[in-house]
């Protein structure tokens, strides 16, 4: 199977939380947008915990964790 190239193909990832390598960091994200640039697909993220976003292409992405169901989600 390919990797998904197009912003369709792209659109299920967001919302969804995933683990992003960074050379020797890697921290959990969430994936706010998706895009096709350069035929690279890429993700916009921005850290569960800490500030910022970043575009990353998909062979950074580690692991990936489907979005929290309302029912599920926990509120502080």
């Not at 569960?48 to 489907?66: F, M, Q, T």
């Amino acid at each position: 199977m390919s990797s998904p190239s197009t912003v369709r193909e792209l659109s299920p990832a967001v919302g969804s939380v995933v683990l992003v390598r960074l050379e020797t960091l890697s921290a959990w994200c969430r994936v706010l947008d998706a895009k096709s640039s350069y035929g690279k697909p890429r993700l916009l993220v921005t850290p569960v915990n800490g500030c910022g976003e970043a575009w990353v292409e998909l062979h950074r992405i580690a692991e990936v964790r489907p979005p929290a169901t309302p029912a599920l989600e926990v509120r502080s």
